[in-house]
């Protein structure tokens, strides 16, 4: 039983008296995605090199609006997530499942289209991130048609491999499948669930969800995302080729199915410790702490069983780039899932949160795991559908070298800038006052981390660049094999099972249990999380003074959203003292309730802006909107000139009210038909206020229904029962 | 995992001490936080390293034993080191030399399997996790002994201004509008104009001629023009009119400084000065 020789001969296939099939692989189509990944990848790269310039050099936009930080940092993260490790996933499965399952793909067609569909999506963001096109809710901006289009997508993907695995020529499913249909599945339960929108147009929607509930939704999907798009394909694609290309068995099989279970389990509870300290109910919170603390074994499973499957073969791991890039992989993942649980400490948190920490974690995880399991495996893959040798291995030991150095030269700046901005932040003096009062000051502090995080990631693209000469080398050296002949025997009706046979063994060979099993583990920890957080009232305390926002407003907002605000600028003041001195009163649940979608924010590039409204006049928003430096000498953020040419959208505006209105926010019956004049009544008010400080403005432009919006923020819990009450605010009937 | 511990119980033992005595400052400051924070990340740090520092070993262990030192460890069984015990009760997998005693009749694509055991760190790493989960629930939310964010909060403020009253004390009395007088030492005087370029510049000109706000040069002062009413305007602000309060941003002293700033530039006559707003007011 324990040579290749004899697994040929066992009793479950047919051997001997009949025929081997005889089939081929579709190489062609593993291919394509490869050269997908490599060209995405370099695209994604750039714009994410792009992105962190701007940080140090604020204007290097040119006063383009279409590559403000705002607008291209969601085109960074879905280039890298979707089109890089995208294309990066379905590289290593179309490759590895017909292998696995010793069959061709179940449909060439459906392949193809799952290929083409695909890139079309990622053109489709690619066009429409930078236009402003964005629901604002991380790794989920892309707005409703193109979500549609990535769920029929998804759902070609899933039927092309499901039924290839049903015509499959092996018992059993090996462990790197398990992964693959609980990616499956999972992803197409978060991106439905967390893309619940209503259209108001042809681009343009608004989450099902407000506030709280939208946040706990949004990381839920977010934290997943990771977990299911960055995490379990790959560890897939590591159980297929570290073995393959280390030519040793996987070190154990336990293992293997202990970590899955528990790790897809796990993983999908853990979404809360995105808003640790912020207005989420403490039991969830708390929740979101310890299935993160359990997740710290579960992931250190898959590194184990990577790495220890490399026993034996270290000497080979000097001299093998491919297997230097799987080692670093591991580790990589090691590291970020052991960062991971300690970042999801509440004490630690109330330090990492919303500063370039979090940048530092993920970047760890995508540059270090998912790009360089990405370069070995596609090192690996391309010499031998081109049935060559690789064009240069010292090449790729360069790749290897000048990679592991970017990693570090981009991390570690930014652990840096973390640390120093939080410190900062809540540094006290002895009278009891902020020590760095003006936020500006703990932002200048980090240009220069700043800086060298771009020069890390601009050596990371450096090699990216030099592995894509090297493979398209290979490629013009060798002849490229598009159908790979195969052979296998058939398998046999009736499975004898053989004795002392593993209980797990049962689930391997029945696929459609094995997803349905999955299903059910993973749908666990979400409903837990949110059922209570939608039906139990006491979750999200109403406030009375908390009114929706007028027709001038809502346009602020979705303005707001379209130029990305919410990249830079959080709406979370967190129950610190050192945040309830900078900004004001901590956020509370009751406050969210009208926000389709909530604004929270991840990350203070600038500072939180819950409090905003009253604290400035509106002049000095106008004037720091037209040129930021003016008002904050220093500031990198950048200008918006265009929003003081650009015209209010007002045909929008009925559209906007009656969506609102259907999920739920309390505007009077008919308001449609008023709210257009009440937007003129309270631009024209703004436009008086600018105009007593020397600045004429027409009282139709962007910036008007920006300035109104900016200026609404977080005054309604402040308001005094006496203050009159203007003629265009919303008063809700006796709700 | 120890250390975490620890750090759960804090606020709990802090919650303690404020029902024994609750007088005495009943939370832990900033700065006991980010020493609780130092040691628990240096003895993850340390627990990391050693684990890696481990598992190189014990890689480079069975990798590099060749099979017969593997055969002869195996023949003196009896005689293990202490290094070899504890390294096989770490983690119970065999030599790659012989573990065809330990393949699984699994193939895939020509990938097989071992059936190694767990590692047994590994599993108590698991379990510790688990035990951590159930008592950081049980104590926040099922006996309430840890401070909930509300609660943490209020603490957190209250031992605040009981340090902060403590330091004034002793100090002697805050600035307020009624004491506060004019300085003329030129380096305070010289602070308070660096005071006025970074904060009040951009909305009263950098020759305090008055933009979006008014001249702070001419005799005219629509909130006063004493020092204690300048004072009082820097530190609670005019909201209605566009002035913020500056009192989170600016210590007393510092409002003295560009208060008295201010008025050392009364008359300096620049150009394209604003027009006057409110009343005379001569010093």
Redesign the interface.
């Known amino acids: 039983?324990?040579t290749?020789g004899a697994?040929l001969e066992?009793p479950d296939h047919y051997s001997g008296k009949l025929e081997l099939d005889r089939f081929s692989y579709d190489n062609n189509i593993v291919r394509l995605f490869a050269t997908a990944t490599m060209v995405w990848g370099a695209i994604g790269m750039l714009v994410g090199l792009l992105a962190a310039l701007e940080l140090v050099f604020p204007g290097l936009n040119g006063g383009i609006e279409y590559i403000t930080f705002g607008r291209i940092r969601p085109l960074h993260t879905n280039a890298v997530i979707f089109a890089f490790v995208g294309n990066g996933i379905f590289t290593g499965v179309y490759y590895?499942l017909q292998?696995?399952c010793?069959t061709r793909m179940y449909s060439d067609a459906l392949s193809n289209i799952n290929f083409w569909g695909w890139q079309l999506i990622i053109l489709s963001a690619v066009i429409t991130l930078p236009l402003g096109y964005t629901s604002s809710k991380e790794y989920a901006e892309l707005e409703w048609p193109i979500d549609i289009a990535i769920t029929i997508m998804w759902v070609v993907f899933g039927y092309n491999m499901f039924a290839t695995i049903l015509q499959r020529r092996?018992r059993?499913l090996?462990v790197a499948i398990w992964f693959y249909i609980g990616t499956f599945v999972t992803v197409a339960v978060l991106h439905v669930v967390n893309s619940f929108e209503l259209p108001i147009s042809f681009m343009k929607s608004y989450s099902f969800y407000a506030g709280v509930q939208d946040a706990l939704v949004q990381w839920w999907y977010g934290h997943n995302a990771v977990a299911f798009f960055l995490t379990t394909p790959y560890l897939g694609l590591m159980y297929?080729f570290v073995?393959?290309a280390a030519n040793r068995?996987?070190?154990?099989?336990?293992?293997?199915i202990?970590h899955f279970w528990?790790l897809i389990f796990l993983y999908i509870w853990a979404g809360p410790h995105h808003l640790l300290?912020n207005a989420l109910p403490?039991?969830a919170?708390?929740?979101g702490?310890?299935?993160s603390?359990?997740l710290?074994?579960?992931s250190?499973?898959g590194m184990?069983n990577g790495?220890?499957t490399l026993?034996?073969?270290?000497?080979r791991v000097r001299e093998e780039p491919v297997l230097k890039f799987f080692v670093v992989a591991l580790t990589a993942y090691g590291m970020a899932t052991?960062e991971g649980?300690?970042l999801s400490?509440k004490?630690?948190n109330?330090?990492s949160h919303f500063t370039d920490w979090t940048i530092a974690h993920v970047h760890v995880g995508g540059l270090g795991w998912n790009g360089m399991l990405t370069f070995g495996m596609l090192y690996w893959l391309m010499p031998k559908m081109y049935q060559t040798k690789l064009f240069s291995t010292k090449l790729a030991n360069t790749h290897f070298w000048i990679a592991t150095l970017g990693i570090l030269f981009y991390a570690l700046p930014l652990y840096w800038a973390g640390f120093t901005q939080s410190?900062m932040w809540?540094?006290?003096?002895?009278?009891?006052?902020?020590a760095y009062?003006?936020f500006l000051e703990t932002v200048t502090q980090l240009k220069p981390m700043y800086a060298a995080r771009a020069f890390g990631g601009g050596m990371y693209i450096v090699g990216v660049l030099i592995m894509a000469y090297n493979l398209v080398m290979t490629a013009k050296q060798g002849s490229f094999l598009k159908n790979e002949p195969a052979e296998a025997a058939p398998l046999k009706d009736v499975y004898e099972k053989?004795q002392g046979e593993?209980w797990h063994r049962w689930i391997e060979r029945r696929p459609v249990q094995l997803m349905v099993g999955s299903l059910i583990v993973i749908l666990i920890g979400g409903m837990v999380e949110m059922i209570p957080t939608f039906l139990v009232e006491s979750n999200v305390p109403t406030i009375a003074s908390v009114k929706p926002y007028t027709s001038l407003e809502l346009h602020g907002r979705d303005l707001y959203i379209k130029e990305g605000c919410n990249n830079c600028h959080s709406q979370m003041v967190r129950?610190?003292?050192?945040e309830?001195?900078?900004y004001g009163e901590?956020a509370k649940a009751g406050e969210f309730v009208y926000d389709h979608p909530f604004l929270w924010g991840s990350k203070r590039t600038g500072p939180d802006l819950l409090r905003l409204g009253?604290?400035?006049?509106?002049?000095?928003h106008y004037?720091h909107m037209l040129d930021p430096e003016?008002?904050?000498?220093g500031s990198i953020m950048p200008a918006y000139p265009w929003m003081f040419e650009n015209e209010i959208e007002v045909e929008t505006t009925e559209a906007k009210i009656s969506a609102m209105r259907s999920l739920g926010v309390p505007y009077p019956e008919g308001y449609e038909e008023e709210a257009v004049a009440d937007m003129k009544l309270q631009a024209e008010e703004i436009t008086a206020n600018l105009a007593e400080?020397?600045i004429q403005v027409s009282s139709d432009k962007e910036i008007i229904a920006l300035i109104a919006y900016l200026q609404r923020l977080g005054t309604d819990i402040k308001a005094d029962a006496d203050k009159e009450v203007k003629p265009y605010e919303i008063v809700p009937e006796n709700k | 995992m120890a250390a975490s511990i620890l750090l759960l119980m804090a606020p709990l033992a802090a919650k303690a001490q404020e029902a024994a005595a609750t007088e005495t400052a009943p939370s832990f400051s900033d700065s006991e936080l980010m020493m609780g924070l130092a040691i628990f990340l240096a003895a993850a740090l340390v627990l990391a390293a050693l684990g890696l520092l481990f598992a190189t070993i014990a890689l480079k262990g069975i990798l590099s034993g060749s099979p017969q030192a593997q055969t002869e460890t195996a023949e003196q069984a009896g005689s293990k080191s202490l290094w070899q015990q504890l390294k096989s009760s770490l983690m119970d997998s065999e030599s790659p030399e012989q573990e065809e005693e330990r393949m699984t009749d699994h193939e895939y694509d020509g990938i097989r399997e071992l059936d190694n055991s767990l590692p047994p760190w590994w599993k108590a790493l698991f379990y510790a996790t688990i035990v951590f989960s159930v008592v950081y629930m049980a104590a926040y939310h099922v006996f309430g002994w840890g401070a909930l964010q509300d609660e943490e909060y209020q603490q957190e403020v209250a031992a605040a201004k009981l340090e902060i009253e403590a330091y004034m004390a002793a100090k002697g009395g805050a600035l307020t509008e009624e004491n506060v007088e004019v300085v003329t030492d030129a380096a305070l005087l010289s602070e308070g104009e660096q005071i006025f370029a970074a904060n009040c510049a951009a909305c009263h000109g950098s020759e305090l001629q008055g933009t979006v706000g008014p001249n702070l040069v001419d005799e005219y002062w629509l909130h006063g023009g004493s020092v204690g009413d300048i004072f009082k305007t820097i530190r609670d602000g005019v909201p209605s009119k566009g002035m913020i309060s500056w009192k989170a941003q600016l210590s007393p002293e510092q409002i003295q400084n560009v208060s008295s700033f201010i008025i050392s530039k009364a008359g300096s006559n620049p150009p394209n000065a604003k027009e006057p707003q409110g009343e005379v007011f001569k010093r």
């Open positions: 039983m324990s290749q697994i066992r590895s292998r696995l010793k092996t059993h090996y297929y073995p393959k068995p996987v070190y154990s099989y336990k293992l293997s202990i528990a300290y403490d039991w919170q708390s929740l702490v310890v299935f603390v359990m710290l074994a579960p250190w499973g184990l790495l220890l026993r034996g073969v270290w000497d052991f649980p300690m400490l004490n630690v109330a330090i410190l809540k540094e006290f003096t002895q009278e009891g006052m902020l009062p003006n053989p593993h129950p610190f003292r050192s309830t001195e900078r901590y009253g604290k400035y006049p509106d002049s000095w004037h003016s008002m904050s000498p400080s020397g």
